[in-house]
């Protein structure tokens, strides 16, 4: 793709290095500096998401130095992006603390603020929130909310409880009052095992694996009436893979006409809720080789409003700056580089 | 944005008969399966039960939307008992209603998921000479699966060798929610013994196991659990392949029954995306995912497909390839297929005759 | 006493068939007629007579084994409204709901939809006999017969 195609296209999947200990001290009190000291809470990468790893950085973007120049001159510039948003995929999700999840996912976002947002005026954030304390989560989206510059909330595919559970509500309410969808990351806090038969032997196989936690994270929401109840609320499902989606879409649509009285607030095809509230990202693309094939799998869709644009930088999934899957319609293009993301993101502005 | 109508149900002109990969025999009396336990477990059973991963004795702990834990309506026997547990209706009301020249047993009983992996061994024993007993063997149409309790590999393989010699078995049946992913070198005697005697393995998704339905814990609905439970099929086809398997075993036949099938091109295209970058990781997968997936994976097509628009599902049969589809009905559950009506799509001559009975007469050797 | 629910009518000229005594299908059950080489559901609903083409449309499972229900509605997740109590029934295969009335699937109301008939209990001897013959009794004219229109 040329820098001409993608100007003005907003990214919605691009990755700083993780913040550790040390990033996170000048954010943090006298309490938790000590904590975060003392208690070495250095790293968080998580388990399932290590971004030490080497599918985790394209070679030709490995580098020293400041990573957000290196993220402008690789990524930022030759696009001719007019955003990028900025999701830190953090071991916040992982820890037991509900105190310290809550400390971590504040500082972490103030981090990103100061070292990020304010340093290049393109750059867009996801918010952490501490989903095991959700008192506190409710607390910081209410604190950040201010801040345009937020304008999504992250957590993941897999979690400690399906997110459509009523616990999790108050943060869905707060997020829908400000124009915050939700944005649903792949990675799992292992919590539970990422499949019905136990940890995976391979990093592989548990990407592989992603798309089960999306679907039943998608399949939660739904069924547990969470657009029924916040009918403004969206979710952005970030590096999900793509076309796995409509074999949910046919398939609980059509459990739904005969089980619609096991969950009688579910009052249109879980396809069509689909299609009015869930986005997704549109690398890492799993996709056929040829171009008819992957229109075919987007018409599946039923909707040209679904796809988001995404590099997924810095992670390997193409090469060049081929960020979308070949055939695509000049018309489909636009929409997924500009129009759905305007549309999904309002905070965006302008 | 089309809005579809639901076709009228075609009847299709069905000359040879149809070829059914799932039905479920069931249990005239609930104590049945003791009369084929020796007594050491006769008593046990009595005493004891069999205690699984299941929370409740009883009720489903995702109550099904039909009696009988989810049965069609229309198929209790005249004569009493529970559905599919009398020969003669099941005859009536499913082979002869339904042209069916051969229909294969998944009895779907607690053997295979027992905690006590002796009772279970007895219990898979007892259940495959059950299905010998009441129906493969009085109904020359039936072929039945040799349950095995896969954890306990060992009485997996003396069950397999106690059963291989009887023709009326034509697979190998457990259920894919293993304690650990099927793929496991654990578990490869019983693919290299499956593989020896040339019987594919039928893995049927189960309504229970030992995690959780959802990689982020219990679902609260079964509107939520029922599609779910198609991710473990998925789980299995991922382990086998990634495990290598099918280097060691590269003839061993794998069907994945009443998990659905659309899923399947995505997965495969995810499966290729990712070995192409991560095969330094599992150098042993020598070729790429999708070959496997060809040449060593069938799906059974109950519960059918519905997209929202017919037509796509045309997409997808030729993607997976209709010579990977068997027609299945899940006799008597709730959302049985009829083979007259499942198809909404226009199928050709040959995909017809291969989905409703070649693939399947080929694959399980039926004479 | 007749019933005339709101369905909408065939377009050509209505033909008259007797297809049940009244006394035959009790209240909260139902009869598979037939009237010509249609199947029909006849279901007592509270004394109310109300008939549906048998096949369900999505695989054919027979409507006339179905349960009748009432509708259950939700507009919040976890309060439930319950009216018309026998009013739909579910198809004994995939549960979908089709409402009495007017034959639509509750579901898919746009796409999805099974012929209603009208039906009204008549009396006595005027009637064109259809399919369902009157038994050999002498009939009178206050006894009251379901006959089907089409």
Redesign the interface.
């Known amino acids: 793709m040329s820098a001409f195609e993608t100007a003005g296209a907003i990214d919605c999947d691009v990755h700083p290095p993780s913040p550790r200990g040390a990033d996170l001290l000048p954010y943090l009190d006298d309490y938790w500096k000590e904590i975060v000291t003392t208690r070495e809470v250095d790293v968080l990468e998580l388990m399932a998401y290590p971004e030490r790893t080497?599918?985790y950085m394209r070679p030709d973007w490995k580098g020293d130095g400041d990573p957000l120049e290196q993220m402008q001159r690789n990524l930022l510039d030759p696009l001719g992006l007019e955003h990028a948003i900025l999701n830190v995929v953090s071991g916040a999700h992982a820890l037991f603390d509900p105190y310290l999840s809550t400390a971590i996912c504040r500082a972490t976002n103030d981090w990103l603020a100061d070292k990020w947002l304010d340093r290049d005026s393109r750059l867009r954030a996801s918010m952490l929130v501490p989903f095991q304390n959700v008192e506190a989560a409710v607390e910081e989206i209410e604190r950040r909310a201010g801040d345009k510059r937020f304008v999504q909330i992250l957590t993941l595919?897999?979690?400690?409880?399906?997110?459509?559970?009523r616990i999790y509500w108050p943060i869905y309410e707060a997020a829908a009052k400000h124009g915050l969808p939700i944005g649903i990351h792949a990675g799992?806090n292992y919590?539970?095992?990422?499949?019905?038969?136990?940890f995976?032997?391979?990093?592989?196989?548990d990407?592989?694996?992603q798309?089960?936690?999306f679907?039943?994270?998608v399949?939660?929401l739904i069924?547990?009436g969470v657009f029924t109840k916040y009918p403004e609320l969206k979710v952005v499902l970030i590096e999900s893979?793509v076309?796995?989606l409509?074999?949910?879409?046919?398939?609980?649509?059509?459990?739904?006409r005969?089980?619609r009285?096991?969950?009688p607030w579910?009052k249109e095809a879980p396809?069509d809720i689909i299609r009015k509230h869930v986005r997704m990202t549109s690398q890492?693309f799993?996709?056929?080789d040829n171009a008819e094939?992957v229109a075919?799998?987007l018409?599946?869709l039923?909707?040209d409003e679904m796809v988001l644009f995404s590099s997924d930088y810095p992670h390997?999934h193409f090469e060049g700056l081929d960020v979308l899957p070949e055939g695509l319609s000049a018309d489909r293009m636009n929409k997924i580089l500009r129009d759905n993301v305007r549309a999904t993101y309002a905070r965006l502005g302008d | 944005?089309?809005?579809?109508?639901?076709e009228?149900?075609q009847e299709s002109a069905q000359t040879l008969g149809v070829v059914d990969c799932d039905i479920h025999p069931a249990f005239s009396r609930p104590d049945q399966l003791l009369d084929y336990l020796p007594e050491r477990w006769k008593a046990h059973m009595r005493d004891y039960a069999v205690r699984t991963a299941n929370p409740l004795l009883g009720t489903l702990p995702y109550p099904r939307?039909?009696p009988g834990n989810g049965m069609?309506?229309?198929s209790w026997p005249p004569n009493g008992g529970p559905p599919a547990s009398d020969l003669a209706f099941l005859q009536e009301q499913l082979l002869d209603e339904h042209n069916i020249d051969f229909g294969i047993l998944q009895p779907l009983a607690a053997g295979s998921m027992a905690f006590n992996q002796e009772l279970g061994a007895a219990l898979c024993a007892a259940l495959n000479d059950w299905q010998i007993d009441k129906w493969a063997g009085p109904e020359p149409r039936l072929r039945a699966s040799i349950c095995i309790p896969q954890e306990d590999v060992k009485a997996s393989l003396a069950e397999i060798d106690r059963c291989v010699a009887d023709g009326r078995f034509v697979q190998i049946a457990f259920p894919?929610?293993?304690?650990?992913?099927?793929?496991?070198s654990r578990y490869w005697p019983i693919y290299e013994a499956a593989e020896h005697y040339g019987l594919p393995i039928g893995l049927h998704t189960s309504a229970f196991?030992?995690?959780?339905?959802?990689?982020?814990?219990?679902?609260?609905?079964?509107?939520?659990e029922?599609?779910?439970a198609?991710?473990?099929l998925?789980?299995v086809l991922?382990?086998m392949i990634?495990?290598g398997v099918f280097e060691q075993f590269p003839k061993l036949k794998v069907v994945l029954v009443e998990g659905?099938f659309?899923?399947l091109?995505?997965?495969v295209?995810?499966?290729d995306?990712?070995?192409k970058?991560?095969r330094?990781?599992?150098p042993h997968v020598k070729r790429p995912p999708s070959e496997y997936v060809r040449e060593n994976f069938w799906y059974t097509t109950q519960?059918i497909?519905?997209?929202?628009?017919n037509r796509?599902l045309l997409?997808i049969l030729r993607?997976i390839g209709p010579d990977r589809l068997m027609f299945s009905t899940d006799y008597p559950h709730?959302?049985?297929?009829?083979p007259?009506?499942?198809f909404k799509v226009p199928l050709t001559p040959t995909e017809r005759s291969a989905i409703f009975r070649d693939t399947a007469i080929e694959l399980f050797g039926l004479k | 006493m007749s019933n005339t629910p709101n369905s909408t009518r065939e377009k050509r000229p209505a033909a008259r068939h007797v297809v049940a005594r009244v006394d035959e299908i009790a209240p909260g059950t139902s009869k598979l007629v037939h009237v010509g080489s249609r199947q029909i559901a006849v279901f007592n609903v509270a004394g109310e007579f109300l008939a549906i083409a048998n096949?369900c449309?999505?695989?054919?499972?027979?409507l006339c084994?179905?349960?009748l229900v009432a509708l259950i509605e939700s507009d919040e997740p976890g309060v439930i409204r319950v009216s018309r109590h026998g009013e739909l029934v579910r198809c004994?295969?995939?549960?979908w709901e089709f409402d009495l009335r007017t034959g639509k699937s509750w579901c898919?109301p746009?796409?999805?939809r099974v012929k209603s008939y009208d039906v009204a209990v008549e009396q006595g001897a005027s009637l064109i006999e259809g399919p369902y013959q009157a038994e050999v009794y002498k009939i009178s004219v206050d006894e009251e017969y379901i006959v089907l229109e089409l």
């Open positions: 080497r599918p595919a897999m979690t400690e409880l399906p997110l459509g559970r799992s919590r539970n095992a990422p499949s019905h038969s136990g995976h032997s391979f990093l592989i196989e990407h592989v694996a798309p089960q936690g679907s039943t994270q399949a939660s069924a547990e893979g076309t796995w409509p074999a949910l879409m046919w398939r609980m649509s059509k459990d739904w005969g089980a009285i096991e969950v579910v396809a890492p799993d996709g056929p094939d075919k799998a018409d599946h039923l909707s390997w | 944005m089309e809005t579809p109508v639901l009228r149900p939307l039909t069609r309506r229309d894919p929610r293993t304690l650990e992913p099927c793929g496991r196991g030992y995690r959780p339905n959802t990689p982020s814990g219990w679902t609260s609905f079964y509107l939520e029922h599609f779910a198609s991710n473990s998925q789980t991922s382990s990634l495990e659905g659309s899923w091109p995505s997965l295209w995810r499966l995306r990712e070995w970058r991560m330094s990781e599992v519960p497909e519905e997209p929202e628009v796509h997409d993607w709730w959302d049985f297929d009829d007259r009506f499942a | 096949r449309p999505h695989e054919g499972g027979e084994k179905g349960k004994p295969w995939h549960g898919d746009a796409r999805t």
